[in-house]
Antibody
């Protein structure tokens, strides 16, 4: 049974860099794309970007200048970095597995609340 | 970017009711439309993919239809565990793969 487990710092100050990691347990890592999604408190879902095992990435243009998604295939992990955070980046961040061709997100991590406050 | 618009934004219904949620895309997305259910404090759960395919393990009272720009999610007979927020998401062409704003289904 495939599981995604994520972790990272939950409280940041403005201008700092958000860093989260998601580990994939119990299944193939190289066969899929892996994605990050976020959800501000009380609001909807926003797709941040995705990466495959080769390190090929796609990003949301609205965040592209600040986002880096990377992969460590030896550990079956992928990571999110978001620079220069502000209060608007406060959200629950989720990692998820992507299935094509419908680009559906079929497995999700537990979510990490990241708060940005001075 | 392709914009996804759900209606209604919120809905009150009773156990046993038939409920329909609509999702409209700003351009044709063929059948690349997925539906998720989210309960408070938990990650979204995939219900329907490719507009009308029911994910394994999801109750058959859930169904999806549509293609192009107009899609619907139907729950044939609401159960207590179905009260949640529902999101559509398009997976057509190139990213970003946008979500609708959500429909909160509440108990009447």
């Amino acid at each position: 049974q495939v599981q995604l487990q994520q972790w990272g710092a939950g409280l940041l100050k403005p201008s700092e860099t958000l860093s989260l990691t998601c580990a994939v347990y119990g299944g193939s890592f190289s066969a899929y794309y892996w994605s990050w999604i976020r959800q501000p408190p009380g609001k909807g879902l926003e797709w941040i970007g995705e990466v495959n095992h080769r390190g090929t990435t796609n990003y949301n243009p609205s965040l592209k200048s600040r986002v880096t998604i990377s992969v460590d295939t030896s550990k079956s992990q992928f990571s999110l970095k978001l620079t220069s955070v502000t209060a608007a980046d406060t959200a629950v961040y989720y990692c998820a597995r992507v299935l094509v061709p419908a680009v559906m997100l079929d497995l999700w991590g537990q979510g990490t609340l990241v708060a940005v406050s001075s | 970017d392709i914009q996804m618009t759900q209606s209604p934004s919120s809905l009150s219904a009773s156990v046993g009711d038939r409920v329909t949620i609509t999702c409209r895309a700003s351009q044709s997305i063929s059948k690349y439309l997925n539906w998720y259910q989210q309960k408070p404090g938990t990650a979204p759960k995939l219900l329907i993919y490719a507009a009308s395919s029911l994910r394994s393990g999801v109750p058959s009272r859930f169904s999806g239809s549509g293609s192009g720009t107009n899609f619907t999610l139907t729950i044939s007979s609401l159960q207590p565990e179905d009260f949640a927020t529902y999101y559509c998401q398009q997976g057509y062409s190139s990213p970003p793969y946008t979500f609708g704003q959500g429909t909160k289904l509440e108990i009447k």
